[in-house]
């Protein structure tokens, strides 16, 4: 199966930063990589695909880059709603697989 | 709106079987594959069957394979998860989510997931 590793872990940030995101897969899954955000006691939401795609109704503060083996997600002016755990994917190579989640904490 | 709901969960001993539904509306349901994901309590998100829109070919994870079976009803715009001989480490929510596309197939991801079910599995 291929692995995916996310850094860091666990971010703090204030309301207004920008922040960004890493995602590293243990082989070439080309752009096959999708994001997720999950809020506390809440299913995960669909942000990104195909590494850079936006999924419907998400906002542009998103944004997603990369290909090959490294990804990032960027995200901009963060306000309250966006502290919340972000998971990668692949979709490259079945099963797909997730990376184990970063969360983004408020400072 | 697209809407999926779960039900089916809750607390059943080791060795015994549970089945989970996850009702659809809002897109033709017989157009995309679908898929269960489940999350232990804490911990990250893991993959667990995938099924092609026509049922023609189902996936699992090998964690799972042989002891759950995936199914969907086109008619019934409703997908299942028949989970037997459960373990301890099956213990999670369990989220039903759509494909972007028809083939439970490498290449496409998912868009919508539904808000989980929760299955204990303790004596």
């Known amino acids: 199966d291929i692995q995916m590793t996310q850094s860091p872990s666990s971010l703090s940030a204030s309301v207004g930063d920008r922040v960004t995101i890493t995602c590293r897969a243990s082989?070439?899954?080309?752009?096959?990589l999708a994001w997720f955000q999950q809020q506390p006691g809440k299913a995960p939401k669909s942000l990104i695909y195909?590494?850079?795609s936006l999924q419907s109704g998400v906002p542009s503060k998103f944004s997603g880059s990369g290909s090959g083996t490294d990804f990032t997600l960027t995200i901009s002016s963060l306000q309250p709603e966006d502290f919340a755990t972000y998971y990668c994917?692949?979709?490259?190579?079945?099963?797909?697989?997730f990376g184990q989640g970063t969360k983004l904490e408020i400072k | 709106e697209v809407q999926l709901v779960e039900s089916g969960g809750g607390l059943v001993q080791p060795g015994r079987s549970l089945r989970l539904s996850c009702a659809v509306s809002?897109?033709?349901?017989?157009?995309?594959?679908m898929h269960w994901v489940r999350q232990a309590p804490g911990k990250g998100l893991e993959w667990v069957s995938g099924?092609?829109?026509?049922?023609?070919?189902?996936a699992y994870a090998d964690s799972v394979k042989g002891r759950f079976t995936m199914s969907r009803d086109n008619a019934k715009n409703s997908l299942y998860l028949q989970m037997n001989s459960l373990r301890a480490d099956d213990t999670a929510f369990y989220y039903c989510?759509?494909?972007?596309?028809?083939?439970?197939?490498?290449?496409?991801?998912?868009?919508?997931w539904g808000q989980g079910t929760l299955v204990t599995v303790s004596s």
């Open positions: 082989q070439g899954i080309s752009n096959y």
């Open positions: 099924i092609t829109w026509n049922s023609g070919n189902i």
């Open positions: 994917q692949q979709y490259n190579t079945y099963p797909p697989t």
């Open positions: 989510a759509k494909d972007m596309g028809a083939i439970a197939a490498a290449g496409t991801s998912f868009d919508y």
């Open positions: 195909a590494a850079s």
């Open positions: 809002g897109f033709s349901f017989d157009d995309y594959a």
